[in-house]
């Protein structure tokens, strides 16, 4: 798409295209519809200003990179994002050469293009480096992490910061307070001399020049087209001597434009041209709505951040077929509130994602119990370190994946000094269509090689409850991984049960029937599929015991070791990568035990799953199924026969 030779009437003909592609294709693949409706003028401006792939754009989290997909050459390909074998729905360095930085966590942006600059600057070259961030990621530690640093580090440095008063949910925190307090002031307008005096000097006749009276108008009516609503709060006082002096990013070093209409195409243009010729690192402040162009999106940002497939005239998504089970996350919502009722002791934490967790039923029913920490998951843990000091029994609700940020806070605050911190790991388990950047695969093998931690998973979404229930009675760091989507269907009881701490519940034991004996060890939600293996199993033949671990850490030692040395095979299912998982926990154990029963891992092999449709279709490409798990079942057996073969044959 050649963006820049086109006319301010064709660009703005194409940001409609755009906009249209993108509410029909979203709304056969889901995905992140408000965002990218929000920055359809923003990344036109980019790539009219700018020639990627020399130079270098790094979008924060890069949900909203989709516009800048369509316009990299992947507009043919545009209807598969998301989706099996197709696009993915972030930057991805091996899908183009125009995705210079890959993400999908919040943060990053910003440090990352500093190092992208330090390179150039160590190299020598030229090449123009973006980072686009969000109000919500700059909520995010590591974004001031990476501002404290921009100013000594380099002189060219382009910051666009696209505020959109939301992250997921409504942005919170004093950052948040900060940003509408400098967009609603006045005396805002930090655009300026100097720029207004580089709009003079750009030479007659080019586009650039006609954009540039344009934006002057349009800078004049930013504020009212974005319609942000006045702060109610005093403004003038800052304690520092007036409120330009209190500006966060000239304060570091940066200089700061804007806030301007992130919708105003000749004054971003302009305002782009000029940041580009800046020789200071520059921050240009970008107001825009998310969702714009799509009436349903704006009435509702918060779904219309990222959503499955939805009708485009109504903007409903599709209801749940009639039947389908709660999902753990409204489960886990839900037991909050009843946990919080009955116990003074116990708050929510959640690092923004109310909706998501479920959390957000406690932010309605009990708001006092209820902390959004931001997008901040090493501050979520910390702060949580810091309540369960004080006896409270503060319960994290934080994605598997996002939590992997604070892992140095799980072991260096909440584990070492073995504070009762509540962990409960949602999304433990595929992301299917978001992909790699979202699994939760990791955090079995994270968390039990750190001493004084507890880690379980439920069967289902009663013993989701219960384990909750036993977790507020414990005095360590205490973790429950569940998965994304519909639970189990199994009533939940009025009143939760205490579960004993290491015990593993034994649901089918050997019937001692003359078959082979395959015990089955299923943890956490592959129960079904533990449950379908075994059934497949004993219609072959074989003599099969099923065990609920319940918890990967304590393991059972003894139920384990019993079946161990009782079954012919051990297999282990998890949906976690086999390496370090709960399978390699059994095998710990049987090796201290000096026990050699052959154990078969079912799990994620040691590589990086890739994005699909759907959770089967990965399982089905990696082997986590019923047919797979009786093959090797099989093959182990067949494997020992022609051992003892092999063995006797060798004795005559
Ligand atoms: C470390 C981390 N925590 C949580 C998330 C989930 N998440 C994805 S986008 C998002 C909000 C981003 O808001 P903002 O940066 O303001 O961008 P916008 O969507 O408003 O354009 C959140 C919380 C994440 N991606 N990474």
Redesign the pocket.
């Given at each position: 798409m050649h963006v820049k030779k086109l006319t301010l009437d064709q660009l703005q003909q194409l940001a409609e295209e755009i906009r249209h592609e993108l509410i029909t294709v979203l709304a056969k693949n889901g995905g992140?519809v408000?965002?990218n409706l929000?920055?359809v003028e923003l990344t036109l401006a980019l790539h009219y200003v700018f020639n990627t792939p020399k130079d270098k754009f790094l979008w924060?989290?890069s949900?909203?990179i989709y516009v800048h997909k369509l316009l990299t050459g992947r507009k043919s390909r545009f209807h598969t994002v998301r989706s099996t074998g197709g696009l993915s729905g972030f930057a991805l360095r091996t899908e183009s050469e125009h995705d210079c930085y890959g993400a999908?966590?919040?943060?990053t942006a910003l440090s990352a293009a500093l190092g992208v600059c330090a390179a150039r600057d160590q190299r020598g070259s030229d090449e123009n480096v973006v980072a686009i961030?969000?109000?919500?990621?700059l909520t995010?530690g590591i974004s001031f992490e990476a501002m404290n640093n921009i100013a000594n580090t380099t002189k060219k440095f382009i910051g666009i910061l696209?505020d959109?008063e939301?992250?997921?949910a409504k942005?919170v925190g004093a950052i948040s307070t900060y940003l509408n307090r400098l967009i609603t002031h006045p005396s805002y307008n930090k655009l300026a001399r100097d720029f207004e005096r580089f709009v003079r000097r750009l030479p007659k006749g080019e586009l650039a020049l006609k954009l540039a009276h344009k934006a002057e108008e349009g800078f004049k009516g930013a504020l009212t087209d974005v319609g942000l609503q006045p702060s109610p709060s005093g403004m003038e006082i800052d304690g520092r001597g007036g409120y330009g002096s209190s500006l966060i990013f000239e304060e570091m070093g940066l200089r700061y434009l804007g806030p301007i209409d992130g919708h105003n195409l000749p004054l971003l243009i302009s305002t782009l041209e000029f940041a580009k010729r800046c020789d200071q690192p520059i921050v240009i402040h970008v107001l825009t709505q998310?969702g714009k162009g799509y009436e349903a999106a704006l009435k509702n940002p918060e779904k219309f951040?990222g959503l499955g497939p939805y009708d485009i005239a109504t903007g409903a998504t599709l209801p749940a077929k009639p039947g389908t089970p709660p999902n753990w996350q409204d489960v886990f919502g839900q037991a909050m509130v009843k946990l919080c009722q009955k116990d003074n002791s116990i708050v929510g934490i959640t690092?923004?994602?109310p909706s998501g967790t479920g959390l957000k039923l406690l932010e309605k029913t009990m708001p006092s119990r209820y902390y959004d920490v931001g997008?901040a998951?090493e501050h979520a843990v910390l702060f949580a370190c810091g309540m369960a000091t004080m006896g409270f029994h503060p319960v994290c609700a934080i994605?598997s994946t996002?939590l992997q940020?604070a892992y140095d806070c799980i072991v260096h605050d909440a584990a070492l000094q073995d504070l009762p911190v509540i962990f409960c790991m949602d999304r433990a388990g595929l992301s299917a269509q978001d992909g790699p950047t979202h699994h939760g695969l990791f955090d079995i093998a994270y968390v039990r090689s750190v001493p004084n931690c507890i880690a379980m998973a439920p069967k289902d979404e009663d013993e989701l409850v219960d384990m909750m229930f036993t977790a507020t009675h414990e005095r360590h760091p205490t973790f429950i991984r569940y998965p994304r989507g519909p639970a189990e269907g199994v009533p939940i009881k009025d009143q939760p049960r205490l579960i004993e701490i290491g015990k593993a519940e034994v649901i089918q034991n050997f019937k001692n029937n003359g078959g082979r004996k395959v015990a089955l060890f299923p943890l956490g939600n592959m129960m079904p599929l533990g449950r379908k293996v075994a059934v497949q199993l004993a219609a072959e033949g074989y003599d099969v015991a099923i065990v609920n671990p319940r918890f990967v850490k304590p393991l059972d030692a003894g139920v384990t070791e019993f079946f161990g040395r009782a079954a012919d095979v051990i297999v282990t299912l998890e949906d976690h990568v086999v390496m370090g998982g709960y399978g390699s926990a059994v095998l710990e154990l049987f090796n201290d035990k000096r026990i050699s029963t052959p154990v078969i891992q079912v799990g994620w092999p040691d590589r990086f799953i890739e994005h699909a449709t759907t959770v089967e279709e990965l399982r089905n490409k990696y082997g986590l199924t019923v047919e797979n798990t009786v093959a090797r079942v099989r093959a182990e057996f067949a494997t020992a026969v022609a051992d003892r073969q092999g063995a006797i044959a060798q004795l005559r």
């Open positions: 992140h408000g965002p929000g920055v924060d989290v949900h909203q999908a966590h919040a943060g961030f969000g109000d919500a990621a995010n696209n959109n939301w992250g997921i942005n998310k951040h690092a923004a994602m997008i998951e994605y996002f940020r």
